[in-house]
């Protein structure tokens, strides 16, 4: 009875570690990272953009994330491009292996003026394998005299446990319109 008893124990201490990994979520999802990416955008019709986009997040709570990012790009005229968000997400759980995703965030935007607004994003992120999820995502961001409305589609690839492989695609419309990819690689943590 008490080796029955020890491996109860010693079973739900086990389970509950699992559970509390850090930024591993109920869906086998990870939300503690950071990810440096190639990015390449065609801003209005004729202007073709290179540069990088660095972005990361962290688990604050059960649900809840904080989330950074920013891109800088620009061209051979030395036009640049810059944009950032620093906001809040929250995540809910829709399936064994997917979450829904909102998140509110504080937009800048740097392109011959500065604006700064609002993120509003809506998403789903769901685990296609053991090593690779997807995400889709629609944002409507509201920056002084202008506004977009962006949608994008996202695969990461886990090489190994910590280090993984992404790769995206954007498309803008609203005051400007814009389109392009990313390719990048990251850390879990």
Known sequence: MKKIVALAVASLVSSMAFAA??????????????????????????????????SGSFLVGENVYVLANYASLSKTSNSDYEKSNL????????????????????????????YS????????????????????????????????????????????????ASGGYFSQTGSSSSSGYTVGVGLKF
């Open 21 to 54: 990994e850090p930024g591993k979520t109920d869906t086998g999802l990870d939300y503690n990272k950071i990810e440096v990416d190639y990015m390449s955008a065609k801003i209005g019709t004729k202007s073709d953009y290179a540069g990088y986009y660095t």
């Open 117 to 164: 607004g609002y993120n509003l994003s809506l998403g789903a992120r769901a685990k296609v394998s053991g090593d690779a999820d997807v995400l889709g995502a629609y944002s409507y961001i509201s920056a002084g005299s202008v506004s977009y409305n962006n949608f994008s589609l996202g695969v990461k690839y886990n090489i190994t446990e910590s280090v993984f």
């Open 87 to 114: 906001g809040l997400g929250y995540r809910m759980p829709i399936a064994a292996n997917a979450d829904f995703l909102t998140s509110l965030s504080y937009y800048s935007q740097t392109y011959s003026k500065t």
